[in-house]
């Protein structure tokens, strides 16, 4: 499995944002897919997961109401909508994949993903 997060930039508080993960070398649908974040000098923690169907959806406390996680099983990708960005939300984003997931099921743990991407930067300033 190889995944490919694209999509981070650098943009004013308040702004709007969408990531991308492509997805190869597996069925995309055989797998829950899930998005995580990690600031300076803190420890990786999730953002967002999203089932095997696309009908079950979770997300942290902290961006819940302002991101949006969806998939698009026939193009194998992953995205992460953010909107009303700010600051705090700064950091490298990962798309991760969970191969033990069942079809409505969403991993919130990061053992739980076998796979990750290599990230891509999200810069808020104030």
């Known amino acids: 499995v190889q995944l490919q997060a694209s999509g981070g930039g650098l943009l004013q508080a308040g702004g709007s944002l969408r990531l991308s993960c492509a997805f190869s070398g597996r069925t995309f649908s055989n797998y829950g897919m899930g998005w995580f974040r990690q600031a300076p000098g803190k420890e990786r923690e999730f953002v967002a997961a999203?089932?095997?169907?696309?009908?079950?959806?979770r997300y942290a406390e902290s961006v819940k109401g302002r991101f949006t996680i969806s998939r698009d099983n026939a193009k194998n990708t992953v995205y992460l909508q953010m909107n009303k960005l700010n600051p705090e939300d700064t950091a490298v984003y990962y798309c991760?994949?969970?191969?033990?997931?069942?079809?409505?099921?969403?991993?919130?743990?990061?053992?739980?993903?076998?796979?990750w991407g290599q990230g891509t930067q999200v810069t808020v300033s104030s």
């Open positions: 991760a994949a969970d191969p033990s997931s069942s079809w409505y099921s969403t991993g919130y743990r990061l053992y739980e993903y076998r796979y």
């Open positions: 999203i089932s095997r169907s696309g009908g079950s959806t």
